[in-house]
């Protein structure tokens, strides 16, 4: 990844920076749901930050908004997505909700 944003100069958030991002806005600063996600819509719109897979981003917010699981599961579910996996397996039952996802 030569390039991370648009403009040089730009900064590249890595997706495990991206999860403790999230769970640093849960448990440190107590931000719900929604303010959790407008903070991240916030830096996808910010040209001076670039992501690992904005497209994978993008998905694994809209299941995160859409549904009770934390980021880092959607997230997980969305790369395996794009990856063209058949499923995500997990022993999580809470993730058995996302779509494309096997309860083991």
Not at 10 to 31: M, N
Not at 71 to 83: G, S, T
């Amino acid at each position: 990844m030569a390039a991370h944003g648009t403009v040089p100069g730009s900064l590249l958030v890595t997706d495990v920076v991206l999860v403790q991002a999230f769970w640093t806005l849960r448990s440190a600063f107590e931000q719900d749901k929604p303010a959790q996600s407008l903070a991240v819509r916030s830096l996808l719109e910010e040209t001076a930050f670039g992501l690992e897979d904005r497209e994978v981003v993008l998905a694994a917010l809209s299941l995160f908004e859409a549904g009770s699981c934390g980021f880092a599961d959607c997230l997980v579910v969305a790369k395996h997505a794009r990856q063209g996996c058949d499923f995500t397996a997990t022993f999580d039952r809470g993730m058995r909700k996302l779509p494309g996802v096997k309860l083991l």
